[in-house]
């Protein structure tokens, strides 16, 4: 049971290119989260899914998008990256149950760096 | 809109001290919860308890301790005779509440994190 993962671990990007951050889960969870950290503060929603083929924004959706064609994948596309976007990138699952709201379950995280 | 506060930026104690991690929050939603995460200088974060707005028990845990009030919306975190092991980034978040169908998507809203440093 590998939890959630993320690729790459790392990246650093030119102005204007456009990547993909790749995010797995194998834990069967309907509701995926992504959240960007910028330094010394604390993690905004970038875009959620709670099941595949609906996504919805958060705080900060500019300079993204997200798709999810399946359970198990959740992946966050930057198009015209900038330096704004310079951040690390979490993703994280969780599953709703009777026990009310779980705990979000975290990716090691992507860290990228627009120059 | 929901908001956290971590007034203490950073936290600096020498091994064995008793330390409390201060949380407030701002809600309007009747149902919640509360999360505290720690993030160690690898940057993966590590879940440390969840509590539920209808339950203000407050909770031991080994050598920690929560203690959460809905009166003056706070959620503070003790952590009893500090290890170095315990120095990282310490994070309160507040789930949004369950909506009038009785759905919540749980979307997190964090605070800026504390960072605790502790000596030997």
């Known amino acids: 049971n590998a939890g959630v993962t993320q690729t790459p671990k790392f990246r650093i990007l030119k102005i204007g290119q456009s990547m993909t951050l790749q995010c797995a889960q194998d834990m069967n969870h309907n509701y995926m989260y992504w959240y960007r950290q910028d330094p010394g503060m604390g993690l905004k929603l970038i875009y959620y899914s709670v099941g595949a083929g609906i996504t919805d924004k958060g705080e900060v959706p500019n300079g993204y998008n997200v798709s999810r064609s399946t359970t198990e994948d959740f992946p966050l596309r930057l198009e015209l990256a900038a330096p704004s976007q310079t951040s690390v990138y979490f993703c994280?699952?969780?599953?709703?149950?009777?026990?009310?709201?779980?705990?979000?379950?975290f990716g090691p995280g992507t860290r990228l760096t627009v120059l | 809109a929901q908001k956290v506060t971590q007034a203490q930026t950073e936290i600096s104690v020498v091994e064995k001290e008793d330390v409390t991690l201060d949380c407030v929050y701002e809600t309007r939603d009747t149902t919640y919860y509360l999360f505290w995460y720690k993030q160690p200088p690898s940057g993966e974060l590590v879940f440390l308890i969840r509590?539920?707005?209808?339950?203000?028990q407050n909770e031991i845990s080994g050598r920690y301790s929560w203690n959460f009030q809905k009166s003056t919306s706070s959620f503070n975190f003790t952590i009893t005779a500090s290890q170095v092991v315990d120095s990282a980034v310490y994070f309160c978040a507040l789930s949004e509440g369950y909506n009038a169908g009785g759905t919540s998507y749980g979307k997190l809203t964090f605070g800026q994190g504390t960072i605790l440093t502790v000596h030997p």
């Open positions: 994280a699952s969780s599953r709703p149950g009777l026990a009310g709201i779980s705990q979000q379950f």
């Open positions: 509590r539920n707005s209808f339950d203000e």
